[in-house]
């Protein structure tokens, strides 16, 4: 059976409009993980800066680099998280969806700040660039 044109047009259309629409979705769901990742990474490389430097103390995240979005700042706080106690570094405050606000440890390990339950330790996608 051949179709009018104006039907294989119709289907075309209507396929690519499908597809935009999953892939928009799909970046909307890991966009958000990309950028959690992104913040984390910024706070563990403000890291590892800092022990290259010697650990000096205080510490000054403006020494070891700038982020032309968000705020980084120092944070001194200590949390307790299932037993164990993490003393922070630094922090960062990104503009994207919550959570956005994250501290690094003096080990390296990133905790979220702003999870609505808790303080809580930042996990990273084993796939690609993704944290949650």
Not at 31 to 56: K, V
Not at 68 to 80: E, F, K, Q, R
Not at 88 to 117: I, M, Q, R, S, Y
Request: include cysteine.
């Amino acid at each position: 059976m051949n179709l009018p044109t104006w039907k294989k047009v119709l289907v075309c259309v209507v396929v690519v409009a499908i597809a935009f629409a999953v892939l928009l979705t799909i970046l909307g769901i890991d966009g958000a993980m990309y950028d959690r990742w992104r913040s984390a990474n910024w706070l563990q490389n403000l890291h590892r800066a800092w022990l290259q430097d010697g650990a000096p103390l205080p510490a000054d995240p403006n020494k070891y680099g700038h982020r032309s979005s968000g705020t980084t700042y120092v944070y001194t706080a200590s949390h307790l998280i299932s037993g164990t106690n993490y003393f922070c570094l630094f922090a960062f405050k990104g503009e994207h969806v919550p959570p956005n606000h994250f501290a690094v440890t003096t080990n390296g390990l990133v905790l979220v700040l702003d999870d609505p339950a808790r303080v809580r330790l930042l996990h990273f996608s084993k796939r690609g660039a993704g944290a949650w």
